[in-house]
């Protein structure tokens, strides 16, 4: 099966903020989710339907999707590992996801 990837403007915002090293490694882990390569776990709780790809420190959020025969792999939250879970479950509570 195909795999697409698709990056949301929060992840890409907050890819563009870090430093050169950095980002390369995020970006390296956020391609490597098309070879099902990577420290993948989907989450737990209100959480649930969503994956994380853990890169040193930072995080990924992202969600399977399927389109066509092709499967979509949708990164839309990234953030520190100290604050994304926290930061995503106040947005899922407050209905705002499909803002970002």
């Not at 990056?7 to 915002?13: G, I, L, S, T």
């Not at 959480?47 to 792999?73: I, T, W």
Request: aromatic share 8%; net charge positive; with cysteine.
């Amino acid at each position: 099966m195909n795999i697409r990837i698709d990056v949301r403007q929060q992840v890409h915002d907050f890819i563009a903020a870090l430093a050169p090293e950095p980002r390369r490694k995020i970006w390296s882990g956020i391609k490597g989710l098309a070879n099902s390569k990577g420290d993948v776990l989907q989450l737990e709780g209100r959480l649930s339907p969503y994956f994380r790809l853990r890169v040193g420190k930072m995080r990924v959020v992202f969600e399977e999707k399927s389109e066509a025969g092709v499967r979509v792999l949708v990164c839309f939250f990234a953030g520190y590992r100290a604050t994304v879970y926290k930061t995503l479950s106040s947005i899922i509570a407050n209905n705002l996801l499909g803002e970002l």
